[in-house]
């Protein structure tokens, strides 16, 4: 957090370093979260570049003092709201292996988790909007109930319940995933 | 079936990352947005922060009082969020803070004027306030009741202002607009909701105050408090007030709150250096120039002459009241005028730099004294309007202020 301050502070002199920082500190779990709301790579780095380019436009104007990553998710929600909104997301298109670059790994280790990446984004894709934003915002954004309530403009016992109810029906989605990851 | 924590732990750990590629071409934009974005004013905080000449004080912290005394009447508003009647405890019992002031008046649609205020609260040292116009540092003010003291200093002139303060005014101890200070003025204060909101990544409620005594009838006063932690994030005061002879809209924003902070106490250390001039409360260096008058002045009889002295002395006495922000003295002196809170804000702890001679340009009872004063934002030079009251016997200001 106390490095979040300071990046800030460089941000708000216009120094270029500190967005980059920033970036490269948020950039995977801003794109995580992006793709599992929109389930198009393109769509979702389409919204990473806007939520980023905002951010720096704000200039002086940000007054982030807490909980940066929060801010950023909450943009990355918002953004891909507009865009779900006014539908220039492919719809449910399948997610391709290639569409979201691996670990480092060997190339069938890299295979397979190019496969089970697209089941689990592919699968998290057909969940309604707000489910989706709930699991993706817990699970792979680390956001609280509480904050994820207060994005949604809900209370905690409806985000929780759009939870439960979205990891059941992952689990149905994903039962075959799950198989064949453990007879693996 | 799959059990709901490895379905948790599927998705946990099911992640997408940048290529070079991407990056490259987002933090190109980004940059580019960067470089464009409006010219920030970065370089305040660290000037202050490494001129020791800038440094501290308290004031507008009026606004936080306002919301403290509306957050005496009663706990959370939802029963989940903020717990209101915990606010005020939460905030009486820091000792030190910082906070900042951005005051924003439009002229003629688009032309805006902007103050910027750094203020530093330490229970043990004092107050300070650094004070911006349009970006540079205009007035810094201390006040050291450990030491009995107060300072105006002004860099771009070079010249600083001592205040000695009584023992009474120093065992105050607080800055008089700090907001503990405020707390019986504000009780009878009105609220209503305005929904949970989320400022810069931090969960806030807000409230909407509605009290036309605190705000005006023109003026609308948000205060957002963090839900987890129940301190203020911010307040915004926004509307239309009385400014330069029109109707302006006005826009202030109290925020960037750091709650009981370490600071430095050579924070709170003048350090004047050696080719300031001293001047004297309520006097000046240069002549002033008083302010045209339409009407000539009328040549004054005996009896008029002198009345004069006790007119000069209604209008001395009016702003002393709001050099001190005594406000309860201000309504005797001036007696009907209601000021809101924005007004008090910009007249509070204003600088006497000039009262001239009374004057009149006619046989009616107005009298006119022209003034130049120091404001918080601004230099105001003006006639201020003073008539003799039949029933209560005894010199009122009317208008000019």
Redesign the interface.
Known sequence: MTEDRHLLKRLRCGDSDALRAIYEKYKDDLLTVALSLLSDVHAAHDCLQDVFVGFAAGGNKLNVRRNLKGYLLSCIVNRARDQLRKNTVPATRQLADSDCKGTQAGPVKQLIDGQRRARVFGALAKLPREQREVVALHLQGEMTFRQIARLQGESINTAQSRYRYGIEKLRTFLKKEYENGTRR | ??P?D???Q???N??????TA??E???A???S???????????I??TIMKNRITKFAAAAVILIAVMIGINQFGGSIDG?GVAWGEVLKQVENIPALTFETTVEITFLGTKKFLAKEYVYVAGDYGTRSDIYRNGELFLIKFRLPNKKVAYQIQPKEKRYVRFDLSAEEAAIGRDPDDPRQWLEKILSGDYIEIG????????VEGIEARNPEITGESMAMCLWVD?ETDLPVRIEIEGEDFEAGKMRPQKIII??FQWDVELDPALFEPNIPDDYTEIQPQTQTQPQKEPEVKEPPKILSDDEKRAQIAVKEVARALFQACASKSWDEFSKIWPGLSLNMMQKIYLGGLEIIHIGEPFKTDDSATWHVPYEIELKFETRKRNLHIRYDEATQRYIPRGGL
Do not use: F
């Open positions: 079936m799959v709901a490895d379905i948790e599927l998705v946990k099911t992640r997408a990352e940048t290529s991407t990056d071409q987002i933090l934009a980004a940059q947005a960067l470089e464009s974005a409006a010219p920030a004013q970065p370089n905080w660290r989940a949970p909101c989320n400022i810069n990544g931090i969960d839900v925020d960037d």
